[in-house]
């Protein structure tokens, strides 16, 4: 008999949730970076061993008091992935606990899912004994879930973590085929890489409503040929991200070749163009044309 379900990683902006979906397939699924907020999209990461298949949510981080469109299209992204899941996993950074975390709390309890309490990033803790206060209280605010502190960066414990996984996952028949990782295409993933290496490059030169779209992705026997574009809001943030003498493109434009060539295990051939569409994140239909559906 096989068990098949699906698992949601949630958590406020920057705790790691990404890291942990990524090193759990052992593919870059989901772009990660110092940047809160960098994941958009929902993406899943398909985990499938034995009899056993475990369908990853990476949701956007959930935030408070977004006034823009895309900042309402976010939270109801992670609101609803906590719906329609069998099993929640929450990311707490360490030994730290903010409003943010409290706002997730809330609708972690909201949804009354089974719950599994990670505390990542414990390979910044030397005095391990000071995650023990924040484990117990955490395990007496929520008796029925269990707290498990790891690292998604280092692999710390992510064993530990597919086994309590596992043991929530309903019988059931796979929903993907076993050698399937995500339920995204490769066009998708390589607008992710883009937009990853921009926000990498471009920090907070840079306001985080940028978006890519994959405008060729033509799939050679020898090579894959793509053309990039990178949508702005503003006329005057082109040039940053040009850069001097378009140093700062050509480097985003490396880096993501490199990415998307091992994730696509060919040679990548990938231009990118930088275009100016005005105040896109505050337009809802703009929004749906870039393909942030209403969730
Ligand atoms: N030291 C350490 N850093 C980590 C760990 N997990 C994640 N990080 C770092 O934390 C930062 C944020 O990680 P992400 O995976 O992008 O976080 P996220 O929760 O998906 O962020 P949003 O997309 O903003 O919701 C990155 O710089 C990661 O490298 C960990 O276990 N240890």
């Not at 990404?18 to 593919?27: E, K």
């Not at 993406?43 to 298949?53: A, F, K, L, R």
């Not at 909201?110 to 004994?129: C, M, R, T, W, Y």
């Not at 990853?196 to 050679?220: A, H, M, N, S």
Request: aromatic share 6%; glycine share 6%; proline share 5%.
């Amino acid at each position: 008999m096989t068990h098949c379900g699906t698992v949601a990683i949630v958590g406020r902006p920057n705790v790691g949730k990404s890291t942990l979906m990524n090193h759990l397939i052992g593919q870059k699924l989901s772009i990660t970076s110092r940047k809160a907020q960098t994941t958009r999209h929902q993406v899943m990461g398909i985990w499938t061993e034995g009899d056993m298949q475990v369908v990853f949510v990476d949701t956007p981080g959930i935030h408070i008091g977004g006034k823009r469109a895309l900042n309402r299209y976010l939270n109801k992204a992670a609101s609803n992935a906590l719906q329609d899941v069998d099993l929640v996993v929450w990311l707490l950074e360490r030994d730290r606990f903010t409003g943010e975390d409290a706002f997730v709390e809330k609708q972690i309890r909201e949804s009354g899912k089974p719950l599994i309490i990670a505390l990542n990033k414990v390979d910044q803790v030397h005095d391990k004994a000071k995650l023990m206060p924040v484990a117990q209280k955490m395990q007496m605010r929520f008796p029925d879930a269990e707290v498990v502190p790891l690292s998604a960066l280092k692999g710390h414990n992510q064993d530990t973590l597919m086994a309590l996984v596992g043991k929530r996952i309903p019988e059931g028949p796979f929903m993907f085929d076993p050698d399937q990782l995500t339920d995204k295409s490769l066009r998708f993933l390589v607008a992710e890489i883009v937009r990853e290496k921009l926000v990498r490059q471009c920090g907070d030169e840079l306001p985080y409503r940028t978006t890519v779209e994959i405008e060729k992705f033509d799939e050679q026997p020898d090579r894959v040929y793509i053309n990039a574009v990178i949508f702005v809001e503003r006329k005057s943030q082109k040039p940053i991200l040009i850069g001097h003498q378009g140093s700062r493109l050509k480097q985003i434009g490396t880096d993501a070749r490199m990415d998307a060539a091992e994730l696509i295990g060919l040679p990548v051939h990938l231009e990118l163009w930088v275009k100016v569409r005005d105040r896109w994140s505050d337009d809802e239909a703009a929004l749906a044309q870039l393909g942030y559906k209403d969730p």
